[in-house]
């Protein structure tokens, strides 16, 4: 079976997941699962752990698959939004200051993607890669380190050394700077 | 890049709650904010969807078989439909009298303060929440209620228009495996309220369990335990 990749169909797959149908669960978990993992891994750095939390998720999802709304977010965004909320709870469960020794066989691109990505980068991811690039150096790492690692603000500011609202002001005028940007 | 205007308060809670930064007790409060604040929940919408396309930047891992297999042994049945024909099934036969057109009424009806909470160790709860939307003509949402176990409490967001129908009030179930409704309380329209949550009833606010909302007359239904008009409205309590 061709594994659904569009939005439009794995917005049909919510549709029949919310009526009950297992079989769409199975294809909207062949699409989407290795980058669920993906995601959980990278904030958990365990993989038991993150399989865990990855079978939750799914379970999630078809729990809560009759909220999904198309006309408000994508599908892809919705099911990651609730992988990464699972993840973070997970990692704030070890301690505030916990984060994930990162484990070296992830391969993850998380430096700024090369010019050719950002040549491929299409549409809002490439819009993103663009205004996070413009952001200064210092900024950008940290925001992507936030988004990837699912950190706390304290535990960012002890790795970089940094006062806990200076780290916080550099986010805050990041994200308003990102958000003039994608604006634009 | 020139200096952008500031994020109001709310947009930059949103957004640092969307980037994941908050620590656990600022997530469960976000997540509580969510849950009875619509706008709010639209701003941390509106965040996720544009850091959403960073996570592309991972490199796909596929997980082992083992995790679908531990995926379909916990799912449970999806009880939608089911729980809206237990409903019909209780509702008395009082239902016809009344109309079902009152989603939207009126009547300040108080909520009775609850039995003092017996102190318990909290159980390291997570909030669950439902949004319960309409059961005729196009699903609507017209309640969101947030559960939160450590306080045994329930929030609940009427998103109905106070002051159309006072001959009737909102009534609040809880429908767990068992199929049985258990009353909760009357509901205000247009209002937010904490409803504190009596300890026989706790067992029952579990994830899977409905949240339902029937019309009544004033003072709630004249049957013990059973809701005796329409149910307006019904969701699941999930996990946030």
């Known amino acids: 079976m061709a594994v659904a990749t569009t939005p439009d169909a794995l917005s049909a797959l919510m549709g029949r997941v919310a009526g009950g149908d297992r079989s769409a669960l199975r294809q909207l978990y062949d699409a989407t699962s290795a980058k669920l993992f993906a995601v959980c891994l990278r904030i958990l750095s365990d993989r038991e752990e993150a399989q865990d939390v990855l079978q939750e998720v799914y379970v999630t999802i078809w729990r809560r698959a009759d909220r999904f709304d198309a006309g408000r977010a994508s599908v892809m965004t919705w099911v990651s939004t609730i992988a990464r909320n699972r993840s973070i709870d997970r990692l704030r469960a070890r301690g505030p200051m916990a984060y994930a020794d990162q484990v070296e066989d992830l391969e993850i691109a998380d430096e700024a993607p090369g010019a050719e990505a950002m040549l491929e980068a299409k549409g809002e991811q490439g819009r993103l890669q663009n205004c996070l690039s413009e952001l200064d150096a210092r900024t950008e790492t940290v925001i992507r380190t936030a988004f990837f690692e699912g950190v706390t603000y304290e535990a960012i500011a002890r790795r970089m050394e940094a006062p806990l609202g200076t780290v916080k002001s550099w986010v805050r005028r990041g994200l308003a700077r990102l958000k003039g940007c994608l604006q634009r | ?240």
């Open chain 2, 1 to 240: 890049m020139s200096e952008a205007p500031e994020l109001s308060e709310a947009e930059a809670l949103a957004a640092e709650h969307a980037l994941g930064v908050l620590t656990s007790a600022e997530r469960r409060d976000a997540e509580l904010r969510v849950a009875r604040d619509p706008e709010f929940a639209a701003l941390v919408e509106a965040w996720a969807e544009r850091l959403a396309p960073m996570a592309d930047q991972l490199a796909p891992v596929a997980p082992p078989p083992s995790v679908w297999a531990a995926v379909l042994r916990s799912l449970p049945a999806n009880d939608n439909l089911a729980v809206r024909r237990g409903l019909r099934f209780w509702r008395g036969a009082t239902a016809a009298s009344l109309t079902l057109a009152a989603a939207s009424f009126a009547l300040a009806v108080f909520v009775g303060s609850r039995p003092p909470l017996t102190v318990q160790p909290p159980p390291p709860g997570q909030l669950l929440d439902a949004s319960l939307v309409s059961q005729s003509g196009q699903p609507v949402p017209l309640f969101v209620a947030a559960y939160d176990p450590v306080r045994k409490a329930l929030i609940v967001t009427s998103l109905v228009t106070a002051n159309t129908d006072p001959a009737h009030v909102h009534e609040l179930w809880v429908i767990p495996a068992d199929g049985k409704p258990r009353p909760l309380g009357i509901i205000q329209p247009g209002k937010t309220q904490a409803m504190p949550m009596p300890d026989r009833y706790v067992a029952s606010l579990a994830e899977g369990s409905a949240l339902a909302v029937s019309v009544e007359p004033p003072g709630g239904s004249p049957k013990v335990d059973v809701p005796t008009g329409p149910i307006t409205a019904v969701g699941k309590l999930a996990k946030i």
